[in-house]
């Protein structure tokens, strides 16, 4: 079977100026990065009348067996294309965590994949280098602030901004900056967060345009003086530079489809440690110019889904007109206990006990004033009978399905799926909860709504961090919870659908850039470390040729 990495390097790829044109971008929009590849001049991106319906792909809780949901979505675009719609897909850019730590690449699979994927798993455009930079050199900034005087009284021990760095490296989650005497700076605890968790991220993430960018960066909260008042960005004068690190970064990303629709790949956040969307740019560029617009959250319905609809519909102002959940029968049958090794013997009673994490995600969705279409991505392991118990299924519980079979269909293997989408579509979608109310009213929420928990426990940590919050009016910003993607609780272990368990809040950080307060549970990371075995080492140039990428 051919990998995923030789199918895409095999691929004639189209020149993006032509990419273009298929949506009516013009040329002198473009800002070409070689033939393939280019970035789209926000200030010079036409406004529509009539702009694109959102149509959002999520799925259900993962598992070692992977569900594809970025592969459904892809191959889903280019379906929507063939059945006469004008499509576009906004991406989240991959980092380089996952893509040398357990995932290998981040493009789609197979014969549904953004190309050239090998560019895009990797350096790219540059963007995430652009923000690393720019979130640096803050860090740089406060330090040198405080080594030249402390004009500002900045308290050393309560400075909140971290470093990051795009790579999962546990050894950065603690240490020890400005050792070696008065001339190498103040001895500093504090820690590294990964690229893709840092707030710049989610500043470029949820910003409107250069200014708005701007104002955004001046508004970062990087610690506290002696007096315990925060310390801004603007208060160090620090937001014209790093904008001018990000303002090509701001642009969004446009590649290709193996279909050839187009395709916006545009910021990276995680949707475990950060609110897991491309940006809101990329979004609304592509209503622009297409009638169609998929996008993507990280995650399943409890994560990434849940902050698409309460945070970024929220501060772009715009609706969801339909959802898709992407399963697998083998996800199924995992969750109803099977071992990895076993998921591909066919098994209906674990597949029926398992089905109560889809049908959770289903009921999540609709929460948010929207019809779920369950998309069930299809491997050759899967047997008729269980394909027929989700067929039945999803007749008794009320909800739309289709299959889909794109990794070796592309688009083809979603036509089904395509027009039971827009069978499904609604005119409006709505937030889970009303931030005016406050965090602990949104936490509380959320973690009874979304993850059914019975209560809500704060550590006195997040108890001391609620008063910071209140003190500086910072209570009624919207909540971005940090908590493990393999369960509906805070322990990885629960699968399936818990009911009646504990949600454990253990920090509460203030993103005032972003707009939002970052609520860590369990023992999410914000730092992620590789595993025994990571992906890199199956990466290899080989001839000139990238390989190993999936």
Partial sequence: MLSDVSIAQAHNLEPITDIA??????????????????????????????????????????????????????????????????????????????????????????????????????????????????????????????????????????????????????????????????????????????????????????????????????????????????????????????????????????????????ALIHGGPFANIAHGCNTLIATTTAQQYADIVLTEAGFGSDLGAEKFFDIKSRYGNFDVAGTVIVTTIRSMKYNGGVAREDLTNENLEALKSGIVNLERHVEN?????????????????????????????????????????????????????????????????????????????AIETIAREIYHADRVEYSNQARKDLETIKKNSWYTLPVCISKTQYSFSDDPKALGAPEGHTLHVRELLPRTGAGFIVALTGAVMTMPGLGKKPAADGIDVIDGKITGLF
């Fill in 21 to 262: 044109k298929r949506v009516g971008i013009d040329d002198e929009a473009l800002i070409p990065y070689g033939h393939h590849m280019a970035k789209v001049d926000l200030s010079k991106i036409r406004k529509s009348d009539t702009p694109g319906k959102i149509i959002l792909v999520t799925g259900v809780s993962p598992t070692p067996a992977g569900e594809g949901k970025s592969t459904v979505l892809i191959g889903l675009t280019d379906a929507m294309a063939k059945l006469g719609h004008k499509a576009m897909v906004a991406l989240r850019e991959p980092s380089l965590g996952p893509v040398m730590g357990i995932k290998g690449g981040a493009a789609g699979g197979g014969y549904s994949q953004v190309v050239p994927m090998e560019n895009i798993n990797l350096h790219f455009t540059g963007d995430f280098h652009a923000i690393t930079s720019a979130n640096n050199t803050l860090a740089a900034l406060i330090d040198n602030h405080i080594q030249q005087g402390n004009a500002l009284n900045i308290d050393p021990r309560r400075i909140t901004w971290q470093r990051c760095l795009d790579v999962n490296d546990r050894s950065l989650r603690h240490v020890v900056t400005g050792l070696g005497g008065p001339k190498q700076g103040v001895p500093t605890e504090t820690r590294f967060t990964i690229t893709a968790a840092s707030e710049i991220m989610a500043v470029l993430g949820l910003a409107t345009d250069l200014e708005d960018l701007k104002a955004r960066i001046a508004n970062l909260t990087v610690g506290f003086t002696y007096d315990d008042e925060p310390v801004t960005a603007g208060d160090l004068g620090a937001q014209g530079a790093l904008s001018a690190l990000l303002k090509d970064a701001i642009n969004p990303n446009l590649v290709q489809t193996l279909g050839g629709t187009p």
């Fill in 365 to 441: 969705i609709r929460k948010f004033g929207v019809k779920p279409v369950v998309a069930v991505n299809l491997f050759t392991s899967d047997t008729e009978a269980e394909r027929e118990f989700m067929r039945q299924w999803a007749d008794q519980f009320g909800v739309a399905l289709a299959e889909a079979n794109v990794w070796a269909e592309g688009g083809d293997g979603a036509i089904q799926l395509a027009e039971t989408v827009l069978d499904n579509l609604v005119e409006s979608s709505a937030p889970l909860y009303d931030n005016d109310k406050g965090v602990e009213a």
